[in-house]
């Protein structure tokens, strides 16, 4: 069913984990599969590069390849660059997604679109024109402590 990039993207996963001192962090859901995925940004007020980013998804194996990828993408890019980063760029970057896999990549550019959100609420109060949180926002990065998770607990290619 995948590629063997995106296998290697799942059972290797790049930038998975947390920031404790994380300056934005997005997290947006899926609810008709159920895929979660957590991004944390460490980013330069001044400069807005994405000095460091991490992840942490609970899903399927295309919603850990396409975190993971979208990771790699972003990292070193400011936040308007890494706002450009498409759904289709990152499953392009992976090879390609089985169809009913490709709103794995749009979650991906959600997550990175939530941590930006709240990198500007949190630094500015306001959001610039054209950002808006996700729908599938299911936070700003603000809240009780959560669960840690970084991937199923079987690391399955289906």
């Known amino acids: 069913m995948y590629n063997p990039k995106v296998v290697d ?3 290797n996963p ?13 997290e947006v859901g899926n609810p008709t599969c159920g895929d979660v995925m957590k991004i944390y940004l460490k ?3 001044k ?14 194996a295309a919603a850990i390849a396409t975190s993971s990828m979208i990771t790699e993408m972003a990292k070193e890019k400011t936040l308007p660059e ?18 009913v896999k490709l709103h794995c990549s749009l979650l991906a550019k959600e997550g990175i679109q939530a941590a930006a ?4 609420m ?6 610039p024109e054209g950002l808006t949180f996700p729908e599938n926002c299911t936070s700003n990065g ?9 991937s199923e607990d079987s690391r399955s290619a289906e």
């Open 43 to 45: 980013v330069d007020p």
């Open 9 to 11: 993207y799942f059972m």
């Open 47 to 60: 400069t807005e590069v994405i000095d460091d980013i991490k992840f942490e998804t609970f899903g399927c």
């Open 117 to 120: 959100a709240d990198f500007y």
């Open 122 to 127: 949190k630094r500015d109060g306001v959001l």
């Open 142 to 150: 603000g809240g009780a402590e959560e669960e840690r998770f970084v």
């Open 14 to 26: 790049r930038n998975a984990g947390r920031i404790e001192d994380a300056n934005a962090i997005g």
């Open 82 to 99: 890494a706002l450009k980063i498409s759904n289709k760029d990152v499953a392009d970057a992976l090879g390609g997604l089985p169809a």
